[in-house]
């Protein structure tokens, strides 16, 4: 069996998260993860169900302390310091696209549940940033003539909802919400990212610092390319809300191929092999 490639420098990250922490913009910069932090607390008041020991897995505990202040707060390490069957609710929160192996994160989570236990997991999706990507991609070409890895690689929700299945879930959801970030200028755009301790920590990064032709062509390939008309540049950021449930016999379970006790055909009231078409 092969190991699964690295993808992110771990002591890379810690030290782009220390920095962040250091950054005078650092809080604003959190807004994403304030976001979600709302957007869960939200979801867990429509629950009908009391958790008496949540765990919350996060780089940023600091942050996530907010949601539960009882909960249990787990380094987004990749080897998670939970106890198997410990917990009856675990939030992995914005830290599930750093993960060298994200299916073994959603496992980890899954062990550490009771049965019936709730897992919700937060992260960035796939089309976050897709203007930095693409201004980044054409201005490295154009002045090197070349490509390296710069923006770390984000997950389609179809991807992440088909690892929820293979994880083991039960009842396992994925949906999304987008949103529209403007910035005066790319300086305020890679500040914020900065501040939020989200830079360039992939294992396969360059080990030099960005030439400022490079920087300065993405700066103009971005206010060419994703400018509003008051002349701000717009960033997209979505986040993906995986949810699901450690298998329990109290569950609704879908029904087994060709169990339904009556046809499709009879419930339309239509003649067999002559279903209704649309339009």
């Known amino acids: ?11 890379a990250l810690a030290r782009h998260r220390a920095r962040a922490r250091t950054l005078p913009d650092h809080g604003p910069a959190m807004f994403l993860h304030r976001l979600a932090l709302t957007d869960i ?8 169900r009391t958790f008496t020991a949540p765990a919350v897995v996060s780089g940023f505990p600091e942050i996530w302390r907010d949601l539960r202040p009882d909960a249990r707060q787990v380094a987004d390490d990749d080897l998670l310091d939970m106890v198997p069957g410990a917990h009856d609710l675990v939030i992995h929160a914005m830290g599930l696209h750093w993960a060298n192996d994200p299916l073994g994160q959603l496992v980890q989570c899954r062990r550490a549940l009771r049965p019936d236990g709730l897992f919700i997991a937060v992260l960035p999706g796939g089309r976050s940033l897709q203007e930095l990507r693409t201004s980044l991609a054409e201005a ?7 490509l390296s890895p710069r923006v770390l690689p984000m997950a389609e929700i179809r991807d992440l909802g088909g690892l929820m299945q293979r994880a ?3 009842l396992p959801v994925a949906d999304s919400l987008v949103q529209t970030v403007e910035y005066r200028d790319f300086g305020a755009l890679m500040s914020d990212l900065r501040a939020a301790g989200e830079t360039n920590a992939l294992a396969g990064r360059l080990r030099r610092f960005t030439s400022r032709s490079v920087l300065a062509a ?9 400018v509003t008309a008051e002349g701000r540049l717009r960033a997209t950021a979505e986040l993906v809300f995986l949810t699901g449930w450690a298998p329990h016999d109290s569950q609704q379970k879908p029904l087994r191929p060709g169990s339904a006790r009556s046809r499709l055909a009879d419930a339309l009231g239509v003649p067999e092999g002559r279903l209704p078409k649309d339009g």
């Open 1 to 11: 069996m092969t190991e699964a490639p690295i993808l992110t420098d771990r002591t």
């Open 41 to 48: 607390q939200e979801r867990l008041t429509e629950v009908n």
């Open 140 to 146: 490295e070409a154009r002045v090197t003539g070349g």
């Open 168 to 170: 083991g879930f039960a």
């Open 218 to 226: 993405a700066a103009e390939v971005y206010a060419g390319t994703f």
